[in-house]
């Protein structure tokens, strides 16, 4: 890795790393302060869902009785805000961070430097992994301080540090997805919509699959499989293997853009 490449990219995306942080923040601030403000009524709110076929309450992250508790409330939207929302940044900025040099004109000069490829995409990816922790380790630490505060530290701690951990992981896998399809790409061109739309169309696929009970092996194609949420379960702990087929998933992807990007022609 080189250090320079690294803090240059690093500064060059700092204001969108704050602003996506803050607005997270801000979303799941929102989301927690109107279950504090109607904890007593939620019951009326949860009967309303209870009525939804079963598969729908699958679906939606949903079961009857489950926004009694802030971690089940907490259970149902965090999809929205870390897999999903954080999962669309995350691949936002992989299929930006290396393309760019195409797209702004300054491939040639990065390549003319005294720096090897191994060195360039190693930078890049580094940048990218630091500022998906960063989100991602500034939404836990909201998580546990609201849920802590609306219900108790130790019951809500653990929970939310095993659900943010397959969050991580899924966001991870999303960010290399899209460092790798820029990778593959033989000029690079702006494919952020794309992109973004890809990780909307895996969570939509995901939902439709868990409605329908014939087809629930392709589940296991799609990275939410690997993210239980069950967090109401009172045997919920960290299941390992979901992490690793997320993080093997990552390591295959991260280590064919190395080979690709080795012979890759960099048009200029």
């Given at each position: 890795m080189n250090n320079n490449l690294y803090k240059k990219d690093f500064r060059k995306d700092l204001k969108v790393l704050?602003?996506?942080?803050?607005?997270?923040?801000?979303?799941?601030?929102?989301?927690?302060?109107?279950?504090?403000?109607?904890?007593?009524?939620m019951s009326a709110v949860t009967d309303l869902y209870s009525t939804m076929p079963a598969a729908f309450q699958d679906a939606l992250n949903f079961h009857e009785g489950q926004w009694n508790s802030v971690l089940g409330f907490y259970a149902t939207y965090f999809v929205y805000?870390?897999?999903?929302?954080?999962?669309?940044?995350a691949i936002y900025l992989g299929s930006s961070i290396l393309s760019r040099e195409e797209q702004q004109g300054t491939a040639e000069f990065l390549l003319t430097r005294p720096i090897t490829r191994n060195q360039i995409i190693s930078s890049k990816l580094a940048v990218l992994l630091t500022n998906i922790t960063v989100v991602n380790l500034a939404l836990w630490i909201n998580g546990v301080l609201?849920?802590?505060?609306?219900?108790?530290?130790?019951?809500?701690?653990?929970?939310?540090?095993?659900?943010?951990?397959?969050?991580?992981?899924?966001?991870?896998?999303?960010?290399?997805?899209?460092?790798f399809i820029t990778v593959l790409m033989k000029r690079a061109k702006a494919i952020i919509g794309p992109a973004i739309g890809l990780?909307?169309?895996?969570?939509?696929?995901?939902?439709?699959?868990?409605?329908?009970?014939?087809?629930?092996?392709?589940?296991?194609?799609?990275?939410?499989?690997?993210?239980?949420?069950?967090?109401?379960n009172t045997h919920y702990h960290m299941e390992w293997w979901r992490l690793l087929v997320l993080a093997v998933a990552t390591a295959l992807m991260i280590s064919l853009s190395y080979l690709i990007y080795r012979k890759k022609d960099i048009l200029l």
């Open positions: 704050f602003f996506i942080t803050l607005a997270m923040l801000g979303f799941l601030a929102i989301t927690l302060s109107m279950y504090s403000a109607m904890k007593d009524s805000y870390v897999p999903m929302m954080t999962g669309a940044y609201w849920t802590g505060i609306i219900e108790d530290f130790p019951t809500t701690f653990l929970p939310l540090s095993i659900v943010h951990s397959y969050g991580l992981f899924i966001c991870y896998f999303f960010g290399v997805m899209g460092f990780v909307m169309f895996m969570y939509m696929f995901d939902m439709v699959l868990r409605i329908s009970d014939k087809v629930q092996f392709l589940l296991y194609f799609t990275p939410y499989k690997y993210m239980n949420i069950d967090l109401l």
